[in-house]
Structure formats: C-alpha cells, structure tokens
C-alpha cells in the first residue's frame, strides 16, 4: 500500500534527536542543514541518511506540480513520508528557485 504524499509549504523543524542509521551507500557529508530521522539536507541537496537515495539541490523542483518528488516518494514504502516532505521544504526555502 503506497504512502500517503504529504507535502509542506514552509520549514518544518527537525526532530531534536535522531538515532544512528548504518550507512548502506555513500554517507552524506557535513555540513547538515537539516537533519531527520531519515532524511537530511547538505550543501549538495537531499539525501537519504544511509547513503541510499540522494537528490541534487538543482532537482528540487523539478516536475512540480504534475509530478513532484513527493508523489514519486509516497509510492515507495520504504520512505518515510513526513521526513522527506520536511527535508525537501527545508532545502526548497534555503534553495529558492
């Protein structure tokens, strides 16, 4: 059953802890704007925090709004829906287009 596709206007605030994740691909590198429970912002754009799935900051607005990153990740049922939709509004407001 796929996610429900959330999205948010504004900045969310990032949880004020998160546990570690064990790095499965390329491990995001610091500075983190913004960090989640599964998600993170660095100056390269978004990025899944095991190193699994990353979208440049150029990509963030890309097929907006026929077909936008939060649809295409609500279909996956291994992402964490609000976490990504607080990243990507996060890095939308620190990356006007």
């Known amino acids: 059953m796929a996610n ?20 499965r691909g390329d491990a995001p590198q610091e500075p983190f704007h913004w960090l989640g429970l599964q ?13 699994t799935y990353f ?8 097929d907006e709004p026929h077909w936008s990153w939060e649809q295409q990740m609500a ?5 964490d829906v609000h976490d990504f939709a607080a990243a990507m509004a996060f890095a939308r407001h620190k990356w006007p287009a």
């Open 4 to 23: 429900k596709v959330v999205r948010y206007e504004e900045p969310v605030p990032a949880p004020s802890s998160v546990p570690a994740v064990r790095v």
């Open 39 to 51: 998600w993170v912002v660095t100056d390269e754009g978004v990025e899944a925090r095991d190193g």
């Open 55 to 62: 979208i440049a900051k150029d990509r963030l607005r890309e």
């Open 75 to 79: 279909e996956k049922d291994w992402v």
